[in-house]
């Protein structure tokens, strides 16, 4: 399937993966790559060699990362993106100066107006159903068309995306091209802890709520998670952004269980490649 968004970073289907910091893994990146998507990796984490396809790096500019570090990722990834600050023409100069593709995923049309002013090739509008932080105060189906109206970019879409017929759905509406997170979480490929895929597993829509408890080491950052991990957290008095990996073997429970509201559209633990043919096959 051929779009603007496909053609520009060079994949072959609408999907990005969601850089999921702590468990995503370049194995979970190159995956979603060669099987025709964007693969994406957080920051600190080597991106794998683009000989999988298209891949990314994703940056969490409220931390202000150092110009060269993003350089650096620019010259190794097609595309480098940002998120959680008010763009900075600084970052989006630095990427393009190193040759890759510049996005900002974005919370409202204000921010995305003002990604595209510096220069961003395409803008992801992540909607509360999101999991993981949450940017904004606005559901993707109200955010989703005001953007649209915004800005000349492509727009991607984010936020509760779980199902073949809802990625159909937002394609149809204009949207460019959808990011997942949370179906990837349930892969062998990412490095969730078992105890958080079982949960996942178990979990419906109704089992994800937006707070400000896990801010530890990220103050005044609304995020979405299980709500069963939220209650142990506050017995426990748990505080930190880190969700449960593979290499935790206690207080697992209480850590940050990060999930968007399609989590009830997560029945099985399936490959990544299956993730994203299963995404696309009503295209």
């Known amino acids: 399937m051929r779009a603007p968004f496909t ?10 993966l969601a850089a999921m910091g702590g468990v ?5 990146a190159a995956a979603v790559a060669k099987a025709g998507g964007l693969g994406m ?18 940056f969490l500019a409220v931390f202000e990362p150092e110009l060269e570090m993003v350089s650096e990722a620019a010259r190794k990834a097609r595309v480098v993106e940002f998120f959680y600050a008010w763009p900075d023409r600084i970052y989006v100069d630095a990427v393009k100066a190193a040759g890759a593709i510049a996005a900002w995923q974005v919370g409202s049309v204000e921010e995305a107006r003002a990604a595209e002013d510096c220069g961003c090739d395409f803008v992801i509008a992540q909607g509360t159903e999101a999991g993981g932080h949450v940017r ?6 109200a955010l989703l068309p005001a953007v649209l109206d915004a800005v000349s970019v ?3 879409a984010a936020g509760g995306i779980a199902t073949a017929s809802r990625v159909a759905e937002l394609i149809q509406r204009g949207a460019a091209g959808v990011r997942v997170g ?6 062998p490929e990412c490095d969730a802890h078992p105890s958080y895929v079982k949960r ?25 998670v299980l709500r069963s991990s939220l209650e142990a957290a506050e ?31 997560v029945v099985e633990v399936k490959a990544a490649s299956e993730v994203v043919a299963d995404l696309c096959s009503e295209l």
């Open 235 to 265: 017995k426990s008095g748990w505080r930190m952004t880190t969700p449960p990996t593979r290499l935790f073997d206690e207080g697992v429970d209480a850590m940050a269980m990060y999930a968007g509201t399609g989590v009830g559209s």
């Open 24 to 28: 995503g893994t370049p194995e979970l």
């Open 200 to 224: 996942l597993l178990e979990a419906t829509a109704d089992d994800t709520v937006i707070t400000t408890h896990y801010d530890e080491s990220w103050p005044d950052a609304p995020h979405r």
């Open 7 to 16: 053609d520009l970073v060079g994949c072959t289907l609408p999907i990005q």
């Open 136 to 141: 904004g105060t606005t559901s993707l189906d």
């Open 41 to 58: 990796v957080p920051v600190l984490v080597e991106p794998p060699d683009t000989s999988a396809g298209a891949v990314g790096q994703n």
């Open 154 to 156: 492509p727009v991607l």
């Open 182 to 187: 949370t179906l990837f979480l349930a892969t």
